[in-house]
């Protein structure tokens, strides 16, 4: 995944308009993505103005989405990559997220299984661990 270091991978991400939550994604010298993005008061999916848990799962999904060409480590063509989160496992919840805030998310691949992968994704708000956890996700061919 190192080799798309620096180059901004959030137009991976195959959702438009007000569900495309990512301005900006990035692939890690450590094989890893992440992403940061600030939550403006007229986001659709405050409550309160809060972020639900649900959110915060798809800030961590659309993180993996962006680098989801990066993670098909058998991709080398410049064929469309796409995917879904299928399962979730031990997620934990230590905070939330609301306006004004930035979060920073960061999703690393640590097993992979034909075109199954599993992730350690993990959203900070500031320096606060807010949200950790297993994510594992399908990526197939959009083609």
């Known amino acids: 995944m190192a080799e798309n270091a620096g180059e901004n991978l959030a137009g ?3 959702h438009a308009g007000p569900m495309r939550w990512l301005s900006s994604a990035f692939a ?3 094989n890893s993505i992440s992403a940061q993005q600030y939550i403006s008061a007229d986001h659709p999916f ?3 103005g ?3 848990r649900s959110a915060i799962i798809e800030y961590i999904a659309q993180s993996a989405a962006a680098g989801g060409k990066a993670m098909a480590l058998g991709n080398h063509t410049d064929q469309p990559v796409s995917g879904m989160l299928i399962a979730l496992r031990d997620v934990r919840f230590y905070g939330s ?3 004004g805030d930035t979060l920073s998310l ?3 691949v640590t097993h992979r299984m034909g075109n199954m992968y599993r992730c350690r994704g993990q959203a900070h708000c500031g320096e606060a661990l807010i949200c950790e956890g297993w994510f594992s ?3 197939h061919s959009s083609k």
């Open 50 to 52: 809060r972020l639900p």
């Open 137 to 139: 996700f399908c990526m």
């Open 46 to 48: 405050l409550l309160h």
């Open 97 to 99: 997220a609301g306006a």
């Open 106 to 108: 960061r999703v690393a």
């Open 28 to 30: 890690k010298q450590d």
């Open 12 to 14: 991976n991400i195959p």
